[in-house]
C-alpha cells in the first residue's frame, strides 16, 4: 500500500517538473509592449523570428529587433510609437507619407535613386506608407544589405508603428513574411454581432369561423318556420338561394341628401364717396375808388296842384251806401228813382 502511494507522488512530481520548464519558456517568449491603456502588442516568437526588446518607455514608445533565426538574409527594426488624440502626429496618411520621406532622405546620399519614392500600404483597413532605396556600392562586409525598406503604418487609433527592413532581395519568401510580421501588429476591427434570431416555429395562427347568432325558442302552438334563412360562411362562397325559396325584396337605396341651401355671401355695402367742399372764394377786395368831387343836386321840379274833390249832385244814389243797415239803404235807393 505504501509502494502504491509513492508511486503515485512520484509521477505527479514528474510531471509538475515537466510542465514548470514549458510554462517559463512560453511566459519567456511572449514580451508586451504597453502604449497604453487599450495599446498593449505581444512580441511573439516564432520559428522563423526571435524579438528583442531594445529600448522602451511604457505609455509612450518601444523599439524592438527582430532577426531571423536561421541565416542572416534580413534584419528587422520595429519602432512603436504611442500617438494619441492630443497629438495626433501620425493619425493621417499625409503625415504618414511625409515621416518616412524625410526618414529616408538621409539615405539618399549611398543610394542609386535621386528621390524618395513612396508607395502606399493598405492593409487590414489601416493605412501608411513605405519606401525602398537601392544601395550605390557593396563591399562585401558582414551585415551589409543592398535594399533598404523604410515606412510606417497606423497600428491602432492611438498608436502607429514605424519599421526599417534591410534585405538583399525584395521579391523572396522571407521579405513578404517580414511584411507580415509588421502588418499582424493591426488592430483588426471587431464585427458587429447580428442580433440572434429565433428558430423555433410559429404556431398558425387559427381564424375562429363566426358563429350564429343564437335563435329565440319558438312560442308554444307556432307552426315551425318551413323557410330558414342561412348565414354564409365567411370563408366559402355563399351558396345560391333555393328556387323555391322566395326572392329577397330589394332594399331601397337611400335618397340622395338634400344639398344644403347656399346662403348668399353678404356683400359689404358700397362705401360712398364722401362730397368735396367746395369752398366759396374769398371775396377780393376792390381798390379803394378815387373821391371825386360831389355834384350839384339839381333844382326840385315844380309840382302840380292838388285836384279838387268833385262835387256830387244832389240825389246821389251813391249816397245811400253810407247808411248803417240794408232796409235804409233799399228805402233811399227806391226814393231816389
Request: aromatic share 4%; hydrophobic share 35%.
Amino acid at each position: 500500500m505504501i509502494k502504491k502511494h509513492t508511486s503515485v507522488i512520484a509521477t505527479l512530481l514528474y510531471l509538475l517538473a515537466t510542465l514548470m520548464p514549458a510554462q517559463a519558456q512560453t511566459s519567456a517568449n511572449l514580451r508586451e509592449i504597453v502604449l497604453g491603456p487599450s495599446d498593449r502588442y505581444t512580441l511573439p516568437e516564432t520559428n522563423e523570428w526571435r524579438p528583442e526588446v531594445l529600448t522602451e518607455a511604457t505609455d509612450r514608445f518601444a523599439d524592438v529587433r527582430v532577426r531571423p533565426k536561421q541565416g542572416q538574409a534580413l534584419s528587422l527594426t520595429l519602432y512603436f510609437l504611442a500617438d494619441p488624440l492630443t497629438q495626433a502626429r501620425f493619425n493621417t496618411p499625409d503625415k504618414i507619407a511625409a515621416t518616412v520621406t524625410r526618414n529616408a532622405e538621409p539615405s539618399l546620399r549611398q543610394s542609386i535613386e535621386r528621390k524618395v519614392t513612396l508607395s502606399p500600404i493598405r492593409v487590414h483597413g489601416s493605412y501608411g506608407s513605405l519606401s525602398v532605396l537601392t544601395a550605390a556600392e557593396l563591399r562585401g562586409a558582414p551585415g551589409e544589405f543592398r535594399y533598404q525598406t523604410r515606412g510606417m503604418v497606423r497600428i491602432s487609433p492611438e498608436a502607429a508603428l514605424g519599421f526599417t527592413l534591410l534585405s538583399n532581395a525584395i521579391d523572396t519568401t522571407e521579405y513578404r513574411q517580414a511584411l507580415d510580421y509588421i502588418y499582424d501588429f493591426i488592430q483588426r476591427p471587431r464585427p458587429t454581432a447580428a442580433p440572434a434570431t429565433s428558430t423555433r416555429p410559429q404556431p398558425a395562427v387559427v381564424e375562429e369561423p363566426l358563429r350564429k347568432p343564437p335563435t329565440a325558442p319558438a312560442p308554444s302552438g307556432a307552426q315551425p318556420a318551413t323557410q330558414q334563412t342561412r348565414i354564409p360562411d365567411p370563408v366559402r362562397a355563399p351558396t345560391a338561394p333555393s328556387v323555391d325559396a322566395p326572392l329577397p325584396k330589394p332594399v331601397a337605396e337611400p335618397p340622395p341628401p338634400a344639398p344644403a341651401a347656399v346662403q348668399p355671401v353678404p356683400q359689404p355695402a358700397p362705401v360712398q364717396p364722401a362730397p368735396a367742399r367746395i369752398e366759396a372764394p374769398k371775396p377780393v377786395a376792390a381798390p379803394a375808388p378815387t373821391p371825386a368831387a360831389a355834384p350839384t343836386p339839381p333844382a326840385p321840379a315844380p309840382q302840380p296842384a292838388p285836384a279838387a274833390p268833385a262835387q256830387r249832385a244832389p240825389g246821389d244814389k251813391r249816397d245811400c251806401l253810407n247808411l248803417p243797415s240794408n232796409a235804409e239803404i233799399i228805402r233811399c235807393v227806391n226814393s231816389r228813382r
